[in-house]
Each structure stands twice: as C-alpha cells, then as structure tokens.
C-alpha cells in the first residue's frame, strides 16, 4: 500500500541566519521572510536577500507581503527571487490575479476565519491563488497584524469540507498542538510563526525542531 505523504511544514517570520540554518537542517520545506512595517519580523530588503541566498535551492522561500504597491511587488520579485509571494491583506480576487501577472509568481493567498461564513469568500480566490493559507480572524481592535497572532480558529470547520485550492493551515499552531490539527483537518502544510518563538519576532530554534517533527510524524 502507498504510504500517506507527509504534512509539509512552513516556518514564517525568519530574521536570522541562524533561523535559516535551523528551518533547513530540520527539513522545512518553505521559509517565510515578512515585508510588513507593523510586525516584529518585518525585514528590510537587505537582510532579506542575505537570508534567501542561504536557503536557496533548499527550501522553497515566501516573501509575505500585505497590501503591497506594483513597485513592492516588482522590487521583491527581482531582488529576492522569492518562489512564492505571500498576500496576507485584504487584496481582492482583482488586486491578487494582478499581483499574480506582475511578479511571475505563484500565489499564497491568506484569509482570516472565524465562522463557516467566512468560507464563502474562498470561492472568489480559487482561480487566481496557487494555494490558500487559512488563518484565524483577530477579533475586533485587538491587534494591527494581519497574521501572526497566535490564536486559531475552530479546525472542525475544515471537516467534510471541498476546498479545491491546495491550502494551509495556520493560526495558533504550536510543537503541543499541530499533530492533533493535522489529524483533524488532514491540512496537507501547516504554516507557524509565533508558535515557535520566544518573544515576539524571535524564533525559540528547539521549538522550530520540534513543530517540524510533530507536524510530520504525527
């Protein structure tokens, strides 16, 4: 009998490269670099390229990017050469088909969840995403972050649902607790941040050796 494949794991929010030694010594297959001012691992561009040239051609590199400009886009997909562009705003169907063309990229395109409502919204992003990363809605007032908020929503809405775009899994995810959100979701990659740091912006590398062994050894 074929054996199950195992989750694919994403570790978002790298800023060092020792962060980058450790993601790629314990097999993660996407690293996540963020462009965003307002987060506590945003990156200037430098450090950035510094980062990707060390995990090139080793794992597949995201460059998380919120509400960007054309020449964002444009500046990122030259410089850094990323294999995916993360959209972690509130880019429309419209705006992410036209960041899709501009960068030559393919597409990870994040919606924030909260009920089974909020899943009609994936149906307007199916044809122009690659992959759709399902993450938690903050509720109200509580944080400026589009991601990387440590909660998580109600996995069991993913039960017995058809998503027919490719999808990850993120939202409160931790070393404690992705096995059992694999085993209830059946979520194909997982994506963490800041559940495996130590302070905000800090990745805590034991965590991120243990998220990676948790999430594909069940």
Same mark, same amino acid.
């Given at each position: 009998?074929?054996?199950?494949?195992?989750?694919?794991?994403?570790?978002?929010?790298? $800023?060092?490269?020792?962060?980058?030694?450790?993601?790629?010594?314990?097999?993660?297959?996407?690293?996540?670099?963020?462009?965003?001012?307002?987060?506590?691992?945003?990156?200037?561009?430098?450090?950035?390229?510094?980062?990707?040239?060390?995990?090139?051609? $080793?794992?597949?590199?995201?460059?998380?990017?919120?509400?960007?400009?054309?020449?964002?886009?444009?500046?990122?997909? #030259?410089?850094?050469?990323?294999?995916?562009?993360?959209?972690?705003?509130?880019?429309?169907?419209?705006?992410?088909?036209?960041?899709?063309?501009?960068?030559?990229?393919?597409?990870?395109?994040?919606?924030?969840?909260?009920?089974?409502? &909020?899943?009609?919204?994936? $149906?307007?992003? #199916?044809?122009?995403?690659?992959?759709?990363?399902?993450?938690? $809605?903050?509720?109200? @007032?509580?944080? #400026?972050?589009?991601?990387?908020?440590?909660?998580?929503? &109600?996995?069991?809405?993913?039960?017995?649902?058809?998503?027919?775009?490719?999808?990850?899994?993120? @939202? @409160?995810?931790?070393?404690?607790?992705?096995?059992?959100?694999?085993?209830?979701?059946?979520?194909?990659?997982?994506?963490?941040?800041?559940?495996?740091?130590?302070?905000?912006?800090?990745?805590?590398?034991?965590?991120?050796?243990?998220?990676?062994?948790?999430?594909? #050894? @069940?």
């Amino acid at each position: 009998m074929p054996q199950p494949q195992k989750t694919l794991v994403k570790i978002c929010g790298l $800023k060092t490269l020792q962060d980058i030694d450790v993601a790629i010594d314990a097999k993660a297959d996407f690293i996540g670099l963020v462009f965003f001012p307002k987060s506590p691992r945003h990156l200037g561009l430098d450090m950035a390229i510094k980062l990707a040239s060390l995990a090139r051609d $080793k794992t597949q590199i995201v460059a998380l990017l919120v509400n960007p400009d054309n020449a964002l886009v444009t500046q990122v997909c #030259e410089t850094l050469r990323p294999d995916f562009l993360q959209l972690h705003g509130t880019e429309s169907p419209e705006r992410t088909a036209d960041i899709r063309r501009l960068g030559g990229r393919p597409i990870i395109k994040a919606l924030q969840l909260a009920t089974a409502q &909020d899943f009609t919204r994936l $149906k307007g992003y #199916e044809k122009v995403s690659d992959l759709i990363l399902l993450d938690a $809605k903050p509720a109200p @007032g509580t944080s #400026e972050l589009p991601g990387g908020n440590g909660i998580s929503f &109600d996995w069991q809405l993913l039960q017995n649902r058809d998503i027919r775009t490719p999808y990850m899994l993120a @939202g @409160g995810l931790t070393p404690d607790n992705v096995a059992k959100a694999v085993k209830l979701t059946n979520a194909p990659i997982v994506d963490v941040s800041s559940g495996v740091e130590s302070s905000p912006g800090i990745k805590d590398h034991d965590k991120v050796r243990a998220f990676i062994k948790a999430a594909k #050894e @069940g």
